[in-house]
C-alpha cells in the first residue's frame, strides 16, 4: 500500500526543492567525470572512455525511489554517484533513534551519494553525501572526504589535502566561520577506524543534523557544499591523472582501499540506514572497491 506522509505540505515542499537540486548536482558531476575520461591520457588509460549507466529505482517500502550512476571508466576503475527520495515511516527500532519521530514515524527524505575510485593509486579516491531529512523536526546531514591511497599523499600538509579543505572551508566560512572548525573537526571524529587506531584519510568536513532554525541558509549551505566539491576534486584528479604509478604503488593502494571496505561495513552510519530503511542494495554498496587486498 502506497504511504503519504502526516508532515506539513510545506516540509513536503522543501523535500522536493532538495530532491530537484540534488539531481540537478548529480547531473553535473557525472558529466564532469565523463570529461575526465575523455581527458585521461591514453598511454597511462589505454581503454575507451566510460559512461554513466544511470539506472532507476524504486523503494520496496513506502513511497519514492532514485537514480543509481554507476561507471566502470579507464580514469575512474568504479564510481557511483545516486540520488533518492522517500516518504515512509520508521521501523520502531529506527524511530527511537531519530529526532521527531517518537511520537510519529513517519518521515521524508531526499539525497546524494557518491564514490570515486580511481584507477591510479595517484589519485585519491573521494566520497560526499548531503542529505535533507524531515520528521516531526528537519535538517540538513553530510559532507565530503578524500582519501589518498599513497602514505606519501596522506599528510595534511600534502597539496590534494590543503586544496580540499580550503574548498570546505569556503563552503563553510559563507555562512558561519565557527562551522568549519567544528565540522573538520567532527569529520575526522567520524572517519577513523578504532580498531586499526588510524584515519581513514585526510578528512574533510562531516555534519549532521544541521538546523539553525533558517531553512534557506541551511538549503544555501548544503548547496555550497555540493558547488565546492564540484569545483574541487576535478582539479585534484586532473592535477594528479598524468602522473606513472608503480606495481608498489598499486599493491599500497588496494591495501588501502581495505581500509575503506572495514569502515563502510563496521562504522558507517549511512550504510546502516539505507540498508534498515528499504533502500537500494545496489547503489547502497557502490562504495565498495571493485578490487582491494589485505596484506
Request: charged fraction near 25%.
Amino acid at each position: 500500500m502506497a504511504e503519504t506522509s502526516t508532515l506539513p505540505p510545506e516540509i513536503l515542499t522543501r523535500r522536493d526543492r532538495a530532491k530537484a537540486w540534488f539531481e540537478s548536482l548529480q547531473t553535473r558531476i557525472c558529466a564532469e567525470l565523463e570529461r575526465l575520461e575523455d581527458e585521461a591520457p591514453p598511454e597511462l588509460y589505454p581503454d575507451a572512455p566510460g559512461r554513466f549507466d544511470m539506472r532507476p529505482w524504486t523503494r520496496e517500502t513506502g513511497v519514492g525511489g532514485g537514480i543509481g550512476g554507476h561507471l566502470k571508466g579507464r580514469l575512474f576503475e568504479k564510481a557511483g554517484i545516486h540520488t533518492s527520495a522517500a516518504t515512509a515511516r520508521f521501523s520502531p527500532e529506527m524511530a527511537a533513534q531519530m529526532p521527531g519521530a517518537d511520537q510519529d514515524p513517519s518521515y521524508v527524505s531526499a539525497s546524494i551519494s557518491l564514490i570515486v575510485h580511481p584507477v591510479s593509486p595517484r589519485v585519491p579516491t573521494v566520497h560526499m553525501n548531503t542529505r535533507f531529512l524531515s520528521t516531526a523536526e528537519s535538517w540538513f546531514g553530510g559532507g565530503a572526504d578524500l582519501t589518498p591511497m599513497l602514505d606519501e599523499q596522506r599528510s595534511q600538509d600534502a597539496d590534494d589535502a590543503k586544496l580540499f579543505h580550503a574548498a570546505m572551508q569556503g563552503a563553510c566560512d559563507a555562512f558561519d566561520p565557527e562551522w568549519h572548525p567544528r565540522y573538520k573537526a567532527w569529520c575526522d571524529e567520524y572517519f577513523f577506524l578504532p580498531h586499526r587506531n588510524e584515519p581513514r584519510g585526510v578528512g574533510g568536513i562531516f555534519y549532521d543534523r544541521h538546523n539553525t532554525g533558517d531553512f534557506e541558509k541551511d538549503f544555501a549551505f548544503t548547496r555550497a557544499v555540493g558547488e565546492a566539491f564540484l569545483d574541487v576534486y576535478p582539479k585534484i584528479v586532473r592535477h594528479r591523472m598524468n602522473e606513472p604509478w608503480t606495481d608498489a604503488d598499486r599493491t599500497e593502494q588496494l591495501v588501502r582501499r581495505g581500509r575503506y571496505v572495514e569502515f563502510n561495513l563496521l562504522y558507517d552510519r549511512g550504510t546502516m540506514f539505507g540498508l534498515r530503511a528499504g533502500g537500494n542494495v545496489e547503489t547502497i554498496l557502490s562504495s565498495m572497491p571493485p578490487m582491494v587486498a589485505w596484506p
